[in-house]
């Protein structure tokens, strides 16, 4: 029984990840199929972010962080906070560092931060903290994705490689927030419940909603789950 309702929320959670897609007809956009996205799963991408108001809305934030961190690297009697003054420190501490020690360290730091559980992560109306909030104030799950995702980036990573992925938790029954990162032909796991990196092949206790970057969002489909509603439609039509 436990293990229906599990299927059930999952079933209804992709359904709303399908709807993140927006309009079929937005001929705007522009959308793709791949196969084998992430964790294995069919994923739809668009370049339509405005089904995320609340992204776009953290995205906005990004220059008044740079604004900040610049007048923090340039005087440190300007940083706006303790904490501010700990992650410019941890940048810099890490610029010459390998990308694997980078994604580490960066994930190890971060899951320093206050965590504030939030249970309604997967809903596009959930807000998102920007990421001055969350150094001030910590966050969800979601918050530290985005805070680990600006880090990297800071350090030279290509946002095209990474992506904060809203997942459906199997082992706990709830939503998380996750960063993955793609490197040299292998996709890592940055978890704020985990301050040890994973390779995404030994991570099979996610199942991803929806995934976004700067530029893309994508929805995400167990090939399991079209092979039955394929299957369906084939008997309905019998």
């Known amino acids: 029984m436990k293990q229906l309702l599990i299927f059930r929320r999952t079933t209804a959670l992709l359904l709303a990840g399908l709807f993140l897609l927006g309009p079929a007809t937005d001929i705007s956009a522009r959308a793709e199929v791949t196969e084998k996205g992430l964790f294995g799963l069919v994923e739809i991408s668009s370049d339509n972010l405005a089904a995320l108001p609340h992204w776009l809305k953290v995205k906005a934030s990004f220059p008044l962080l ?94 095209d490689s990474m992506r904060i992925v809203i997942a459906n938790d199997v082992l706990r029954n709830k939503v998380h927030a996750v960063l993955s990162v793609s490197q040299q032909g292998k996709r890592y796991v940055l978890d704020s419940l985990n301050d040890t990196i994973l390779e995404e092949r030994f991570v099979n206790y996610y199942v991803p909603l929806y995934s976004v970057n700067e530029n893309t969002r994508w929805a995400h489909i167990p090939i399991d789950f079209l092979t039955a509603q394929d299957a369906a439609g084939s008997n309905t039509n019998d």
Do not use: H
């Not at 300007?78 to 990308?99: F, G, H, N, V, Y």
């Not at 994604?103 to 965590?115: A, C």
């Not at 001055?132 to 979601?142: D, Q, T, V």
């Open 66 to 159: 740079a604004n900040a961190a610049s007048k923090c690297d340039d005087r440190i009697e300007d940083c706006q906070s303790q904490q501010m003054t700990l992650w410019r420190t941890k940048i810099a501490e890490l610029l010459r560092s390998p990308k694997r020690i980078q994604m580490q360290e960066i994930n190890r730091f971060l899951n320093g931060w206050k965590y504030i559980p939030d249970d309604v992560e997967a809903s596009p109306g959930s807000p998102w903290a920007s990421p001055l909030e969350f150094l001030s104030n910590g966050g969800g799950s979601k918050d530290f994705a985005v805070m680990k995702y600006i880090s990297l980036k800071e350090l030279g990573f290509d946002p």
